[in-house]
């Protein structure tokens, strides 16, 4: 299964850059993990940017109105569409600033909050790639996540 990852505008912040940067290198042992920036905008634009980008794939749509879960809550979902077989792309939506639209989230397959804090994008992606590290750290029984 491959990951697409796709968030509105790319990092100003150095320091989330190089985060994310790092967590993509070390997601690189776990399978396809794929980053691409859409163009910034409103929320109905970048959200009509990101359904387009991720036609075809499953949507989980980072909203802070979406189902709040546990790490351990991640790992059951991944080994769910893991097992499911049909699925060839799973991507990762995250917005504007302004957030999805709601055209976004009805579309998307699911919608998952990363935090009920209200996160700037970049550090919504730097959180977004550093869970997707520690869950499959935990699926391979890695040391990781203790």
Do not use: N
């Amino acid at each position: 299964m491959k990951h697409l990852i796709l968030a509105a505008g790319k990092p100003a912040l150095g320091y989330a850059r190089d985060g994310i940067a790092e967590y993509l290198k070390r997601l690189t042992r776990y399978g396809t993990f794929e980053l691409r920036h859409v163009k910034d905008g409103s929320s109905p634009d970048v959200s009509a940017r990101l359904l387009d980008a991720s036609q075809g794939a499953y949507r989980i749509a980072l909203d802070e109105r979406g189902e709040s879960l546990t790490t351990a809550g991640w790992v059951e979902r991944f080994d769910l569409m893991e097992r499911r077989g049909d699925l060839k792309t799973v991507a990762f939506l995250i917005g504007a600033s302004d957030g999805h639209s709601q055209e976004l989230r009805a579309q998307a397959d699911e919608v998952w909050c990363l935090s009920a804090l209200t996160l700037q994008h970049e550090l919504a992606l730097l959180l977004l790639t550093e869970q997707l590290y520690r869950v499959r750290t935990i699926k391979r029984g890695e040391p990781y996540h203790r």
